[in-house]
């Protein structure tokens, strides 16, 4: 079963530190992408960045990288020099064949905190 | 990327009736998407809408409850129908931009039964 496991409820981290958001996933399709959101406590989802299964190299945008192993099914979220504005929940989600077409599937999702 | 405008942006509905939440898409698009979230949740997907034919819905979805309605390439309205309390949750509607781009979403509907 297609599935995206994100296992920390809650981050804390201080101002200008770096933090690692964990996703794991679960696919028996080779070709697959991975994308990770925000969400502010407005409740619009913001994309923040992509990763392609078949991308050699680590997505980067801004301050937001993503680093994938392949091999362990892993695609966790770093977040370097954290800001306050970056309090928020952030999702983990993976497209995934449906009956429809395509789709997002999301994970749990964890809440990050960032204290001055 | 694509702009959706998601109305209304919140509502709070009695019992039994039934609320109609649109999305505009300031462009084409083939595949819609709705979802549903509840409170402290992650979303779910409710339906994929195509213009022109019926939508499909997923497991635990049905239409006679969430019908859809999807007339043109940049509209699509979700009625939440006979509310009750269960069906409080955020409404989120989403089109797939391709590729790296990933999937733009609407500003989201909060729905509150009471």
């Known amino acids: 079963a297609q599935k995206i496991t994100q296992t920390q409820p809650g981050m804390f981290v201080q101002e200008k530190e770096a933090v690692t958001l964990d996703c794991t996933y679960d696919t028996s399709d080779q070709s697959y992408g991975l994308f990770w959101y925000k969400q502010p406590s407005s409740g619009e989802m913001i994309f923040l960045i992509y990763q392609g299964s078949y991308d050699e190299q680590n997505a980067t945008e801004g301050r937001y990288s993503l680093n994938f192993q392949k091999a362990r099914k892993s695609a966790n979220l770093v977040i370097s020099a954290s800001q306050l504005g970056d309090s928020a929940m952030y999702f983990c989600?993976?497209?995934?064949?449906?009956?429809?077409?395509?789709?997002?599937?999301f994970g749990k999702g964890t809440t990050l905190s960032v204290s001055s | 990327s694509a702009v959706i405008s998601q109305k209304p942006s919140r509502d709070i509905c009695q019992r039994g009736t039934s609320l109609t939440i649109q999305c505009q898409v300031d462009s084409q698009v083939t595949m819609m998407f709705w979802y549903r979230q509840q409170p402290g949740q992650s979303l779910t997907l409710i339906a994929t809408a195509n213009q022109g034919s019926e939508a499909t819905y997923e497991s635990g979805f049905v239409i006679d409850k969430f019908p859809i309605s999807r007339p043109n390439l940049t509209f699509s309205t979700l009625t939440v129908s006979n509310m009750s309390p269960e069906d409080s949750s955020i409404y989120l509607c989403?089109?797939?931009?391709?590729?790296?781009?990933?999937?733009?979403f609407g500003s989201g509907t909060r729905l509150t039964v009471v």
């Open positions: 989403s089109v797939e931009e391709g590729g790296e781009y990933g999937y733009t």
């Open positions: 989600a993976m497209r995934v064949l449906n009956q429809a077409g395509t789709a997002l599937i």
